[in-house]
């Protein structure tokens, strides 16, 4: 996961965390919103993964 990324999911999930005490519950819609948007990007981090793993495997063809 590349760094700016990575900043990125930790100052969502701080938002998200900051709101839901703020109101006080999970279930505010600022606070869904946010975590719609973290799930986005963990997604995105996750797939980023997965296509740096697969690229640095060697294929039996290669070997």
Known sequence: ???SL???L???RGRMV??????NTLQDRDVLYLSQQLDTLIVQALTEQHRSRCHSKPTSEED
């Open 1 to 3: 996961m590349n760094n």
């Open 6 to 8: 990575y900043v990125s």
């Open 10 to 12: 930790e100052e969502l």
């Open 18 to 23: 900051d709101t839901a005490l703020l109101r």
